[in-house]
């Protein structure tokens, strides 16, 4: 089972951003920028593109409002999304407000964020999410 199972499952805590049936949205513990959120399917698949053709679309569908959110929660450009898949073998999209296309380094440090820090940015992207 991924770490990813396991913070779906509830065994491992997490900052919810959003869930149905088939995805599961939640706070990167080790934000790139504040608000960094990962977008994961509850099947257990390692690479994105072996997904089943309904769970590419539907996972788009899904991040979208979660996206626009992330935009309206966070001083950026846009919400970038990207796909490295390296880290934790099961499929998953990153989401993450930007400003430039370095905000997109996934080789740059990342510090484990606080509590607190985390707590705020999920309450930010919960307002705007159902707007």
Same mark, same amino acid.
């Given at each position: 089972?991924?770490?990813?199972?396991?913070?779906?499952?509830?065994? #491992?805590?997490?900052?919810?951003?959003?869930?149905?049936?088939?995805?599961?949205?939640?706070?990167?513990?080790?934000?790139?920028?504040?608000?960094?959120?990962?977008?994961?399917? @509850?099947?257990?698949?390692?690479?994105?593109?072996?997904?089943?053709?309904?769970?590419?679309?539907?996972?788009?569908?899904?991040?979208?409002? #979660?996206?626009?959110?992330?935009?309206?929660?966070?001083?950026?450009?846009?919400?970038?999304?990207?796909?490295?898949?390296?880290?934790?073998?099961?499929?998953?999209?990153?989401? #993450?407000?930007?400003?430039?296309?370095?905000?997109?380094?996934?080789?740059?440090?990342?510090? @484990?964020?606080?509590?607190?820090?985390?707590? @705020?940015?999920?309450?930010?992207?919960?307002?705007?999410?159902? @707007?």
């Amino acid at each position: 089972m991924t770490i990813f199972s396991r913070v779906i499952k509830g065994e #491992i805590p997490s900052y919810r951003i959003a869930e149905n049936e088939r995805f599961f949205a939640f706070l990167d513990i080790f934000p790139l920028r504040e608000g960094h959120v990962l977008v994961v399917p @509850k099947i257990e698949i390692d690479n994105l593109f072996d997904l089943p053709k309904d769970y590419l679309t539907e996972i788009l569908e899904f991040a979208q409002p #979660i996206a626009k959110a992330i935009e309206r929660s966070f001083n950026c450009n846009r919400c970038g999304v990207s796909v490295i898949g390296l880290e934790v073998p099961h499929a998953h999209v990153h989401l #993450i407000p930007i400003n430039s296309a370095n905000d997109l380094n996934f080789t740059q440090s990342k510090e @484990k964020a606080s509590d607190e820090a985390l707590k @705020k940015a999920q309450q930010k992207i919960l307002s705007n999410l159902s @707007k």
